[in-house]
Each structure stands twice: as structure tokens, then as C-alpha cells.
């Protein structure tokens, strides 16, 4: 079932009503007398309460439908068009349990469409919308990448150059280091560790003041490999091009990346995921474990890894980011070609990754694009730069596939068929 937004305002406007005052009063009647069933940091307790999954999943779709057509955007957009995203996302959402997404379509370098979609806040029953703030998770490194680049392109930063130069902080170790590996995922250095050991704890609210602070996390360790032979995703690699960029613009890299992306693209709500902050329109953050039960999302402190996966930001804001990079405002054309290029190890295979992007060849396109995911987030963001198209998917629950969303919708805007 879906919902045109050319129906009629009146119409659409009495419905949502009547669905949200049934929802609220249905939910927060049944769980009222639940309540004493329920552990303090669950949402939801479902042993042996098949109601509360269909609820919930009656009240994600209700929401779907409601919260939608105030949200979109419709400059370009068909409606039928319109009307398959839609399902497309109302059967993610169902499928998947996920309380909130939000939803960005970049097509002919323009913001043609954008929604929100279920619940940003379950506990309070705030609707998710366009402008919500979700968690970045990885795709935070696209950002990142950008204001390295610009910071090379502008004569501050020599991609080739130990990164020593720019965070005399690192320890020197048995191989040079440049930025170029770093942003490759070439460096040699390690990810997080399968055990956990030497990592920051899983719900740890510990603060990082700085680049610098952060590097402790891991600057002592040795690298897993010979930088340049061996292709090691690794988001601490990004902590240390955090410190670098401070090193080369002589600022912080929050406020760099403020100045030089942020700005200059329109995102006036993308910022760092300041866990003690009070943040306006910031989603909350969801987890569901092997039981089904849909949680509050363990405790984050981003603050050690901001370049790699410490951003927030909004499907519009990560739209306005696609515009601006198509549009050649943050990066000149053969910068943005240089960030896009497909990375090679020493023996001369190819790695799949650029500079802070994914690459691919799928349906006769070559694609650029990130996903994310990290407690309470799945995120995905694809670019065609051939068509000048793009997609945002923000989601507020970990473990789900926004990529397989991402890459639907793509092929809804794109009228491309299923044969990649």
C-alpha cells in the first residue's frame, strides 16, 4: 500500500491524526501495564509477546504513511516514482523492525526528493523526517577524504609525505606512513580488534578531548603490514588523518571541516556526535537483539574516531554533500577524479577502494559510495557521477542492510533493470 502525495492535504492530515492518537493510546496502554515486565533500557520486550512485534510493525508502517508526505520534497521526483521508494522503504522498515529512516534522491545535481519515515524517537513518539540527525557511522570518511583533498589541493598537504610531518605526535614505526595510505586503507594501520582488547569498550563514555588524546587508543601498536602492500580497512587510520588534518590547515578538525565542507555545502546541521550535548532533531539510537527485542542501542562516545565515524548529519545535509561534490564546490574537477581513482596495492591489485570512497562497476555505472553502521545506525550513501545522481539512507538501528535500500532506490530513480 501506498500513500500519493498529490492526494488530498485535508484528507492525509486526518488520517495521520487519527492513526497517531490510536497508535499512542494502543502503545502506551499495553505497555503501561507491562511496564513492570519491561527491563529500564528496553523499548520493547517481546518473549512470549507476538503483539508487541506486530504493533510495533503496524506502528512503523502507520508512521511510514503518516510522516511521509509532510517531508517529501517533490521538485522533480515523479509519483510513481515517489510511490515505489515509498514501498520500498515501508517494506525495509517492516522486514527489518527498524524504527526510523530518512531518505535523500540527488538526481541532475539537484535535491529532488527527500523524506522521513517511521520514528526518530520510539519513547516519545517524535516522527523521523528529512532533517533528522542520525549517527554517520563510516560514511563519516567521504567527509573526511574531501578535506584532505582540498587541504592538497590548495598546497597545505603533500599526499606522498610521512604523515610525521604534519601529527609529530604518531611514533615513527618501521615504515613510512603517507596520507595517500591512510586514506586507501594502505597504512598499515590495524581496525578494531575481534577480541576487543586495546580498544575503547563497547558502551564507554569515555570523552576524547583531541586528535592527539585519540591516538592513544593506538599509536603504540605495531602495523599489521608493510604500508602499501596490504589493503586493511581500518577506521583508527582515519583517527590519525584527523590528526594530520590539524597538523596542515593549523586548525581542529572539527572546525575545518565546519569552514571548508560543512558551509560551503549547505549543511547546516551536520556536526560532530557530541554524546553529552543536548542536540535538536538528533535521533535516538536502536538495537535488536537475537531474541527480536528492539532496544535502546548501547552507549557511544565517538569522540576517538570523529574522522572515520564520529559525525551526525541528516539525509538533506548528506544530499547537499553529494550536490556540492558534483558541483565541483569543494574539490576542483581533477581533485574530486584523483579522490575517485580505485587504489593499488605494491603487487598491482586493485583494492576496490579510493580515497575515502568505494568503487564500483554495477549496471553499466561507475558507482562511489560509503556505507556505515556502528551502535544504533546503518547508514549508505551512493553517487553516479555520470548521471549526476545520488542516494542517502539513514537508519536509526544497527545491523540493518541500508546498502540494499541505498541500491533499490537507485534503481527506481535510475530506471535501471535487475540485471547488474
Not at 558541483?327 to 574537477?333: C, E, F, G, T, Y
Request: hydrophobic share 40%; proline share 4%; net charge neutral.
Amino acid at each position: 500500500m501506498t500513500y500519493s502525495i498529490h492526494d488530498s492535504h485535508t484528507r492525509a492530515k486526518g488520517w495521520r491524526l487519527i492513526l497517531r492518537l490510536f497508535l499512542h493510546w494502543a502503545v502506551r496502554d499495553r505497555l503501561s501495564r507491562e511496564v513492570s515486565q519491561v527491563k529500564p533500557n528496553l523499548i520493547v520486550s517481546l518473549p512470549n509477546k507476538a503483539w508487541t512485534v506486530q504493533l510495533l510493525r503496524v506502528a512503523l508502517v502507520f508512521f511510514y504513511l503518516g510522516s511521509a508526505p509532510l517531508q517529501a520534497q517533490t521538485k522533480n521526483l515523479s509519483p510513481e516514482k515517489r510511490a515505489q521508494i515509498e514501498k520500498a522503504a515501508s517494506s525495509f522498515m517492516a522486514t527489518n523492525s527498524v524504527p526510523g529512516i530518512s531518505i535523500a534522491v540527488v538526481q541532475d545535481g539537484e535535491l529532488v526528493w527527500s523524506s522521513g519515515f517511521g520514528m526518530a524517537d520510539l519513547e516519545n513518539f517524535v516522527p523521523a523526517t528529512s532533517s533528522t540527525l542520525f549517527r554517520l557511522g563510516s560514511i563519516s570518511k567521504p567527509i573526511t577524504a574531501t578535506a584532505i583533498l582540498q587541504l592538497s589541493e590548495r598546497g597545505k598537504l603533500d599526499l606522498e609525505t610521512e604523515v610525521q610531518k604534519y601529527c609529530p605526535a604518531f611514533p615513527k614505526k618501521e615504515w613510512p606512513i603517507t596520507t595517500r595510505e591512510l586514506l586507501g586503507h594502505l597504512g598499515g594501520i590495524r581496525h578494531y580488534n575481534p577480541d576487543g582488547k586495546g580498544d575503547i569498550p563497547d558502551d564507554s563514555a569515555k570523552h576524547f578531548a583531541s586528535m592527539e588524546e585519540s591516538l592513544q587508543v593506538f599509536a603504540s601498536d605495531a602495523l599489521i603490514a608493510k604500508p602499501g602492500t596490504k589493503f586493511h580497512y581500518s577506521t583508527y587510520g582515519y583517527t590519525l588523518l584527523g590528526c594530520v588534518l590539524d597538523g596542515a590547515s593549523s586548525e581542529n578538525y572539527v572546525d575545518y571541516v565546519k569552514e571548508n565542507v560543512f558551509e560551503p555545502a549547505g549543511m547546516e546541521e551536520t556536526q560532530a556526535d557530541n554524546f553529552f550535548a543536548v542536540i535538536q532533531h538528533r535521533s535516538r539510537w536502536y538495537h535488536k537483539d537475537k531474541a527480536g527485542v528492539v532496544q535502546n542501542a548501547g552507549v557511544l562516545d565517538s569522540s576517538y574516531k570523529i574522522p572515520g565515524g564520529g559525525l551526525i548529519s541528516s539525509a538533506d545535509d548528506m544530499a547537499r554533500f553529494e550536490i556540492a561534490i558534483l558541483a565541483n564546490k569543494l574539490l576542483k574537477s581533477a581533485t574530486r577524479e584523483v579522490m575517485w581513482s580505485p587504489q593499488k596495492a605494491a603487487d598491482g591489485s586493485q583494492t576496490g577502494y579510493a580515497l575515502g570512497w568505494g568503487t564500483q562497476k554495477k549496471y553499466g555505472l561507475a558507482l562511489v559510495e560509503h556505507t556505515g553502521g556502528q551502535q544504533g545506525t546503518s547508514t549508505s550513501i551512493i553517487l553516479v557521477p555520470e548521471r549526476r545522481a545520488g542516494i542517502v539512507v539513514l537508519a536509526n538501528m544497527d545491523g540493518v542492510d541500508s546498502a540494499a535500500l541505498s541500491t533499490e532506490i537507485l534503481k527506481i530513480v535510475l530506471d535501471i533493470k535487475d540485471n547488474p
